[in-house]
């Protein structure tokens, strides 16, 4: 359709903010994409904060592929300074799980496994989802350290330029997302 005119693919994000916060952050997307020099489009619930910025972008080129990455994680890092949350409505998945430290302490992400492994003991139901690498030795099992440059607890996250967290490169992340038609990755 329409986007794909623009360019072939994109990624379509799920972050929420505060209401009250809502023209900051659309503000905040806006810096994103021109300090990437990216095109993002902007899809959203403004009633309930919930945005979907829509980073366009052509998967062929490698270095626009990684402004894509970091935009993305910029992008989280940002809604979660003004209060936010990883996702409105979409959830974690795969390719937002290793975010998990920003927003949650390392007892509560053990906590979560607990819980997951008591109700899925053979790790049948979608593994390598929404807690960080379990399958690693990750923060969410085995009490190992949080992403690199990523806090231990809420509403503390990585100042710009900080390192990258595990699968923020591509063929990390992006290699592992869900296709959406038209070339889209979605999380």
Same mark, same amino acid.
């Given at each position: ?11 379509? @994000? ?9 023209? @900051? ?9 021109? @300090?990437?020099?990216?095109?993002? &489009? ?6 309930? *904060? ?8 052509? #998967? ?22 003004? %209060? &936010? ?5 979409? &959830? ?14 390392? %007892? ?11 109700? #899925?003991? %053979? +790790? ?8 960080? #690498?379990?399958?690693?030795? !990750? ?28 699968? #923020?490169?591509? &063929? +990390?992340?992006?290699?592992?997302? @869900?296709?959406?038609?038209? *070339? !889209?990755?979605?999380?």
């Amino acid at each position: 359709g329409a986007i794909a005119r623009l360019r072939p693919c994109y990624d379509l @994000e799920d972050a929420t903010v505060p209401r009250n916060r809502l023209t @900051e952050m659309l503000r905040q997307v806006t810096e994103v994409a021109r @300090e990437y020099r990216l095109q993002i &489009g902007m899809l959203a619930h403004a009633g309930d *904060g919930n945005l979907h910025p829509l980073i366009l972008f052509d #998967d062929r080129d490698r270095e626009e592929l990684d402004r894509v990455m970091a935009a993305r994680r910029e992008l989280f890092r940002r809604a979660l300074a003004l %209060g &936010g949350t990883l996702s409105g409505e979409h &959830g974690i998945g795969i390719l937002k799980k290793e975010f998990m430290p920003w927003l949650f302490e390392q %007892g509560a992400l053990q906590a979560m496994a607990a819980i997951k492994a008591a109700f #899925d003991p %053979g +790790g049948t139901l979608n593994p390598g989802k929404v807690l960080p #690498d379990d399958r690693t030795g !990750g923060p969410a099992t085995r009490g190992g350290a949080p992403a690199p440059g990523a806090p231990a607890a809420r509403g503390v996250v990585p100042a710009p330029g900080a390192p990258a967290a595990p699968g #923020d490169s591509p &063929g +990390g992340a992006a290699g592992q997302g @869900e296709a959406d038609q038209g *070339g !889209g990755l979605h999380s």
